[in-house]
């Protein structure tokens, strides 16, 4: 589903952040990404979203090398990926109900297709009483859920999720991640980042990444428990 191999990623003319980074996202399997503030979290979901290009390497999505699509061709692959950018990035005009609805529209459907759907979506995350709450009157937490469920709604082939908890308490965080977990056995490849380390108890990863100083390591996740526990 995804392949980078050796990839490198600069902002401008600023230092390679990301060095010599390659793996592959199988479909149906479930990711961590974690490593500290900085490392190049954010940046490499952004590689993966195809909203930054590499410097060097090359990345290949839903079997298609990047480098030779033509640019017109990245939105119908972004539009098969669900994300959570970790500064939300809602519409502002529209209304709760109508931001998780957006990714249904986009593919043509009717809103009596997903009204239903969306609606139980928005209450599993707590929001069923918010539907036509405008962004500006959410709480950071709130508009997280919101970003969330839109991530979600359209049953991505990949999600990528930037620090989906960071907001929630732990009884949303618990729920937020059965939501990813149920996507994930329906067929979805799920990649997280983040620093949470109750998630890690708390979701059937296949595989754990860690970042740190630009490159990136592997640990089988029963391995990256055991040495938390001993930690
Ligand atoms: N738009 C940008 N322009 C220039 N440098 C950037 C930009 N975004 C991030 N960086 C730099 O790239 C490096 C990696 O940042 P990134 O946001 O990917 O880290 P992160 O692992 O997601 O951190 P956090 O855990 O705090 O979210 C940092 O040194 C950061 O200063
Ligand atoms: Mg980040």
Redesign the pocket.
Known sequence: MVRFENVGMR??L?PE?LRDISFTLDQGSFHLLT????????????LIYLAERPCRGAISMFGREIATTPRDELPGLRRRIGVVF?EFRLLDHLTVFENVSLPRRVMGEMESQYRAEVEELLSWVGLGNRLNAKPATLSGGEKQRVAIARAVVAKPELLLA??PTGNVDPEIGGRIMRLFTELNKLGTCVMI?T?DMRIMERVPASRIYR?AEGRLTVAKAHDFMAQAKRA
Do not use: F, M, N, R
Request: charged share 20%; net charge neutral.
């Open positions: 902002y401008g600023g952040i490593g500290p503030s900085g490392a190049g979290k954010t940046s490499l979901l952004k970790q930037d620090e980042a620093h970042l």
